[in-house]
């Protein structure tokens, strides 16, 4: 299994839409994080799975976990579109993946999921 050990910080709604302003691209794990201790081994089986299927050079090395509510807490993945990152088999990837990971785009959730932080 790829490991890439991270620290992972908790983030606000207002500092992922800085982050979005700011060139970010994300990918998003929707109420597929868990409870925070778990978000390691998220990172883990997605960097083994993007980089096996060749959507990814290397591994995801930025995290954030955003607390929605006391029952659901979000992990963020993000990256930068200059590190080399195929966007259109990621995205074919996401789709076909729904079943175990809920997942969406950062600037989709920040429009999509704004109600849930007020």
């Given at each position: ?17 800085i982050m979005n302003k700011d060139s970010k691209e994300g990918f998003l794990v929707v ?61 074919i990837w996401r789709l076909g993946n729904l079943e175990w990971c809920c997942s969406t ?14």
């Amino acid at each position: 299994m790829i490991e890439t050990k991270i620290e992972i910080q908790s983030v606000s709604f207002q500092e992922l839409e800085i982050m979005n302003k700011d060139s970010k691209e994300g990918f998003l794990v929707v109420r597929g994080a868990g409870h925070p201790d778990h978000s390691q081994s998220w990172i883990d089986g997605i960097n083994k799975d993007l980089l096996e299927n060749n959507i990814i050079a290397s591994p995801i090395n930025e995290a954030f976990t955003i607390q929605v509510n006391k029952d659901r807490n979000d992990l963020i993945l993000v990256w930068t579109t200059a590190e080399g990152i195929n966007i259109g088999a990621l995205s074919i990837w996401r789709l076909g993946n729904l079943e175990w990971c809920c997942s969406t785009w950062l600037e989709d959730y920040l429009v999509n999921d704004k109600k849930d932080f007020r």
